[in-house]
């Protein structure tokens, strides 16, 4: 299993190129095999072998290099695409930390206080069974009400944006076999209660009932050539958010378990797995502080979260056409890759030198202002 580096995440062009280059070398082989059997053949007639054995070991020999190259080539048709993330927890209130700037910092934290709004069972799950009871040592992780929230918030996180992402690319796609997955053919999707709660129509939803025009709800319509439809509502702090998947034809979408999520199309499968056991990790030392304005850190847990995405190609992607129905894949995972990874989103905002900064002005003693939202330290 091959797996990309933080450089940009390209698994389809890659795969694309290797079978290129297989290709061209298998037509060479067989010029070059051909060309040596001719030059051969006329300068010896050997009338003691028959025409089937010369035959048969031309065949062998043009056909185990090349297995052996193709079994070189394409040892594993599976890349496996890695995302560190991290989410901040308060011990004190139990609940996530907003990181300013930090996609999944902000948006985590966004989805389940949308949640909790209207369903108050979840709520009080949420903080009797909280995240810092979620440990490496625990066998009964799988059982704690909190990550199993947790990981139905990233998949819906996750799913939004791919919703998202497809739209936009198919968006001008003239003549494309596609098929569009919403609400109503989701059924194993919609066992993720954040997503089936945020795709009910506002008319079935109590938060988002208005009897007597108190309240104050902003819609966003999206018009079509044959309809407008209604996209996303907000109602204080509520959310409805239309759900569709623009896949290719005959594609299939699975939700395996909490935090696996499958789709399957014709040539490639794509796995999305969400990895949560309670791991911790670190931080810059003046992050806290300066840049999230929380002067105890004992009092929060930054938790270590990964997301894997494996794609396998399938055999029939050997020799398959219409590449163009998956091009989508490379673009999404970089995409993915802005809003999610820790370590890219430090680079972004330019730690290193802001840190630097503050260090040089805590030895100066110079009074240093804790901001909420440090921006990249880039020159102008």
Not at 92 to 99: A, D, G, P, R, S
Not at 174 to 183: A, D, E, P, T
Request: glycine content about 4%.
């Amino acid at each position: 299993m091959k797996k990309t580096n933080n450089m940009g995440h390209y698994v389809v062009n890659t795969f694309l190129n290797q079978r290129s280059i297989f290709f061209e070398l298998f037509l060479v082989a067989f010029l070059l095999a051909f060309g040596t059997n001719l030059l051969t053949n006329y300068l010896f007639e050997l009338n003691d072998i028959s025409k089937l054995t010369w035959l048969c070991i031309g065949l062998a020999l043009i056909f185990i290099p090349l297995s052996v190259l193709f079994a070189k080539k394409f040892r594993s048709m599976k890349c496996k695409v890695v995302f560190p993330c991290v989410l901040i927890f308060n011990k004190q209130t139990k609940q996530l930390v907003n990181i300013p700037g930090y996609d999944f910092g902000e948006e985590i934290p966004k989805i389940l206080s949308s949640t909790f709004l209207e369903k108050k069972a979840l709520k009080l799950n949420w903080e009797k069974d909280s995240l810092n009871m979620v440990s490496p040592n625990n066998q009964n992780n799988q059982q704690i009400n909190s990550k199993k929230l947790l990981l139905e918030a990233i998949e819906y996180y996750l799913l939004e944006n791919l919703s998202a992402h497809l739209s936009d690319f198919f968006a001008n796609k003239k003549g494309y076999k596609l098929c569009i997955y919403n609400r109503d053919n989701i059924s194993d999707l919609r066992k993720n209660r954040i997503l089936d709660l945020f795709t009910t129509p506002t008319d079935e939803r109590e938060a988002f009932i208005n009897e007597d025009g108190s309240k104050k709800i902003l819609k966003i319509i999206k018009c079509t050539d044959k309809e407008q439809v209604l996209h996303m509502a907000f109602c204080n702090g509520a959310v409805y958010r239309r759900f569709e998947l623009t896949l290719p034809q005959d594609s299939v979408t699975t939700r395996k378990d909490d935090g696996i999520i499958t789709i399957s199309t014709p040539m490639i499968e794509i796995e999305f797995r969400i990895i949560f056991d309670g791991f911790s990790t670190t931080l810059p030392e003046l992050f806290d502080r300066y840049y999230l304005k929380v002067n105890n850190g004992n009092l929060i847990t930054h938790y270590y979260v990964e997301i894997q995405v494996f794609v396998r190609f399938k055999r029939r992607s050997l020799f398959s056409i219409g590449w163009e129905y998956h091009a989508w894949i490379d673009s999404f995972l970089n995409s993915l890759s802005m809003k999610v990874n820790k370590d890219e989103f430090l680079e972004e905002i330019g730690w290193k030198k802001v840190e630097t900064l503050l260090h040089i002005m805590r030895e100066q003693n110079t009074p240093v202002v804790s901001t909420e939202n440090t921006k990249s330290g880039k020159e102008k």
